[in-house]
């Protein structure tokens, strides 16, 4: 096991740009993919006619597909189509859709779970039904989403591991790269690895534990 070699400056280097480009692929990803996901939750518990079922089709087909085979599709399929993507625009799409499916089913539960008698309640004092979910389901709605969706973002970044098979520079490729140089450096290389989605990802579980007790 060669420490001095496998952390050499040039090698932590190349790691940290690809624990960079994991952070912010990731983030992309999180922002796009609460964004469609929170619409998608919304109108699936809003039962409009048409759309809903729809979405709901979209999202059981997405929900039940391999996150690899997704991300096959964006970077290497849908050039045939005409649409071709860098390396990190079919990332970022790939995890999007992926998770966005993922979310949509969490923020159809945290509405469901919004007891049904303060929506009677909200509607016989005069609200419309935008009204109702706008001031009334979304922000109790929200309280009982914090813990899983903190869970899919978690899931989110840890995925993005997975785009080592389109080749993305991110952690886990830049990582096997230097491990490639010498057999020496896997142990020391993957205990940075650990550390540094441990870091990230335990820093979001407490800022979620935290903001699930502001909101107690």
């Known amino acids: 096991m060669d420490i001095a070699g496998a952390f ?22 999180i922002v796009a993919s609460f964004a469609l996901g929170g619409i998608a939750g919304t109108l699936r518990y809003m039962r409009i006619p048409v759309i809903s079922p729809a979405i709901g089709a979209v999202v059981e087909i997405v929900r039940n597909l391999p996150l690899l085979l997704i991300l096959f599709f964006t970077y290497f399929a849908m050039p045939d189509v005409g649409i071709k993507l860098s390396v990190t625009g079919a990332a970022i799409v790939g995890l999007t859709v992926f998770e966005a499916a993922m979310i949509s089913e969490v923020v159809r539960s945290g509405l469901n779970a919004v007891p049904k008698g303060q929506i009677e309640a909200a509607r016989s004092s005069g609200l419309t039904r935008s009204q109702t979910i706008r001031h009334i389901v979304l922000p109790q709605g929200l309280r009982a989403m914090v813990p899983p969706l903190v869970s899919q973002f978690i899931s989110l970044l840890k995925d993005t591991s997975l785009a080592i098979v389109i080749s993305l520079p991110e952690l886990m490729h830049n990582a096997k790269i230097v491990i490639a140089q010498q057999y020496d450096y896997t142990v020391p290389v993957l205990a940075v690895v650990a550390v540094l989605y441990f870091a990230v990802n335990y820093a979001l579980s407490i800022a979620a534990r935290r903001l699930e007790n502001k909101r107690v």
């Open 8 to 29: 050499a400056y040039h090698n932590l280097i190349f790691i940290l740009k690809g624990f960079g480009m994991t952070l912010w692929v990731a983030f992309v990803a």
